[in-house]
């Protein structure tokens, strides 16, 4: 029947392709490739990961979560997040704000500064704050004899783990805040709305789907974070152990069921977090069609 | 509520966007600014608004000195060029907004709010569509939306940016005619920025021409287009040729050429002369005085001809309209010469 042929399988019968679209060979290689790439580094590791933390069984698995070390690792994770990522949610909405909304002098350097943790090696950061509270520097003795430890306890390595994340929110909401300009705030003001007003009944609505995204994304790296967090720690089991921490000394000490137990729990934080992200994104181009 | 404009100048990064700028707007007059763009005319807008600060003098709303009053309190209504509706609220919400936002001893109660809008809504035509969003919109309901919302905070003027500069022909004509009703209706002092010229000269009480950060003539319609006091004007608005000519004794000189126009009682020396293709006469027989050259090019413009001729030995070109019956003879020769005319002096004089 005519009605069967798609306009593409007509321009095919007349001989006619349409010029950016590769071949049929082309793309069964190309879609190939980059499936059995994903396969081997991605798919099949996680589905290692899970199956080896089952090897014993679930109760198993369960039990070396409920073991009290494994605990104090998860609560020390939780902790650290809660902390950093609400901090970085303010700086970065802050930066954001600043850098796409008003010009000011020094503002290229300011962007290039907030990339500079995705172009450092996090244990050069963790190592950086060693350097700065240690025994040797000025500060970490100061502190020291007001009884405020750094080094070794959990504002070490919430300091490392704001570090290494801060880059996440800011660099969501640049280009998206750039994109909005400043027109909305203007008639805001115009209208008689004070600063704080504009920024919750304006600024903020327009960025929140952007906002959350990168939340995400920075809470998903806060409790992963192993490099800084492992210079910075020490290592105390039960006391300064994140979760990623854990998992490695679980594995050095041949307790393969328990380091994976502990490395699935990680890996379906991971996992939800992707979700969630899909579903932001769903959300995210729903509500900017039109705009 | 009146305007004065006092002595105010604006820099940015000490490049100066608005010279030394006075101007006085009385209460209830719709003022057009009106300029290319760089003018200053957005500027001057927004320095009246308060969305910027000016480097120099005072913006006087009555008798009250406002420069130094923030947007917030200066109580005026603003129309943005590209309205900057919120995007995620309602129609509802984006003109309640105004009211919503104030304290709560002057904020009026939600149902006086909501009566409010829908009263708004009348009045910008669009009543019913209080529950869309502004990306439902068309850019002349946005248009709307954005003014009522200004008009919400009962203003004490109204500041247009470029109201239908985003809109095509035909809604702006509509929506023009619509803008001069509401003024009349609310009788606001409203200012309104425009690059155009027809609008400008048809929607507003008076008109201020802007260049180069200058004010180049504040006046009337009838006052820009009959008596421009500049020659940025005179060429700005509607048509027009220019012509370098030589005033001696007595006589407008094209070369060795008499122009045959009275310039009794104007001093001696180059001038320019301007005058609008439509305000000549067209001569039959060549008296040796006019302007006369062959018809170098020709359009034809709604009910007349444009005819571009080459006049004198360096072939300017000047345009000018004949009715569009107009027999061009064998020679191809037109000769004419102008009934309303100005000259400027190069030194900014002018007369006729």
């Not at chain 2, 005026?76 to 995007?87: E, M």
């Not at chain 2, 019913?128 to 502004?134: A, H, N, S, T, V």
């Not at chain 2, 001093?267 to 018809?295: M, N, S």
Request: net charge neutral; glycine share 8%; hydrophobic share 45%.
């Amino acid at each position: 029947m005519a009605t069967d042929i798609t306009p593409a399988a007509a321009d095919r019968r007349r001989g006619w392709s349409d010029p950016v679209a590769e071949r049929p060979i082309a793309r069964a290689i190309l879609i190939g490739i980059a499936l059995s790439f994903l396969a081997l580094v991605l798919v099949i590791p996680l589905v290692a990961v899970f199956t080896e933390a089952l090897r014993n069984g679930l109760g198993a698995a369960l039990a070396a979560l409920r073991e009290p070390d494994a605990l104090a690792a998860i609560k020390l994770t939780l902790l650290v997040a809660a902390i950093a990522v609400p901090l970085n949610l303010v700086f970065g909405v802050a930066a954001a704000w600043a850098i796409a909304k008003f010009e000011f002098k020094g503002k290229a350097f300011l962007i290039t500064l907030i990339d500079l943790p995705f172009s450092v090696s996090p244990v050069i950061a963790g190592l950086i704050y060693i350097l700065l509270f240690g025994a040797g520097s000025v500060l970490g003795p100061y502190l020291q004899s007001y009884g405020v430890q750094i080094l070794f306890a959990v504002p070490g390595i919430v300091l490392a783990t704001i570090f290494v994340t801060f880059p996440f929110v800011a660099r969501e909401l640049i280009p998206l805040m750039q994109d909005q300009g400043t027109g909305e705030e203007e008639a805001a003001i115009s209208l008689g709305a004070n600063g704080w007003q504009t920024f919750w009944r304006v600024t903020l609505p327009n960025i929140k789907w952007g906002l959350l995204y990168g939340v995400l994304l920075c809470n998903a790296r806060a409790m992963g974070e192993f490099g800084a967090v492992s210079v910075i720690s020490g290592r105390l089991r039960g006391q300064t152990n994140t979760m990623p921490l854990h998992v490695e000394i679980l594995y050095n000490e041949y307790n393969f069921s328990a380091a994976f137990a502990v490395a699935s729990l990680l890996a379906l934080l991971a996992l939800v977090t992707l979700v969630l992200k899909a579903l932001l994104e769903l959300r995210y181009s729903r509500d900017s069609v039109g705009h | 509520m009146e305007l004065r404009i006092d002595k105010v100048r604006k820099e940015f990064d000490r490049f100066p966007a608005l010279h030394e700028t006075s101007l006085d707007i009385r209460s209830g007059e719709l003022i057009a600014l009106l300029g290319p763009s760089g003018s200053g005319k957005t500027t001057l807008l927004r320095l009246i608004a308060g969305l910027e600060q000016p480097t120099d003098g005072a913006i006087f709303f009555g008798d009250e000195d406002a420069s130094h009053r923030s947007v917030q309190d200066r109580n005026v209504g603003f129309v943005f060029q590209h309205y900057a509706l919120f995007r995620h609220m309602t129609v509802l919400d984006n003109i309640a907004f105004g009211l919503n936002v104030r304290p709560a001893a002057i904020r009026p109660p939600k149902r006086e709010i909501e009566r409010r809008v829908l009263e708004l809504l009348d009045l910008v035509q669009l009543p019913g569509l209080e529950k869309r969003y502004p990306n439902q919109l068309s850019g002349g309901q946005r248009q709307r939306v954005a003014l009522a919302r200004a008009l919400a905070i009962e203003p004490r003027v109204l500041l247009l940016d470029e109201p239908f500069g985003a809109l095509d022909a035909q809604v702006r004509k509509g929506l023009r005619k619509w803008l001069r009703e509401i003024h009349d209706q609310t009788g606001h002092t409203t200012v309104f920025v425009t690059h155009d010229q027809e609008e400008a000269l048809e929607l507003a009480d008076r008109v201020v021409v802007m260049s180069q950060g200058r004010i180049e003539q504040v006046g009337t319609a009838d006052d820009i287009y009959d008596r421009p006091t500049s020659p940025f004007v005179f060429s700005f608005i509607g048509e027009s040729n220019a012509l370098p000519i030589r005033i001696e004794t007595g006589q407008a000189w094209l070369a060795d050429r008499p122009l045959g126009i009275d310039v009794s009682g104007e001093a001696d020396g180059p001038a320019t002369l301007y005058f609008r293709p439509q305000d000549i006469e067209i001569l039959t027989d060549p008296p040796g005085g006019g302007l006369a050259g062959p018809v170098a090019a020709q359009r034809r413009v709604a009910g007349t001809r444009h005819l571009e001729l080459e006049i004198g030995g360096d072939r300017t070109r000047v345009e000018i309209e004949v009715p569009a019956d107009y027999p061009i003879g064998e020679t191809g020769r037109v000769a004419f010469k102008p009934k309303r005319w100005r000259l400027y002096r190069n030194d900014g004089a002018s007369g006729n």
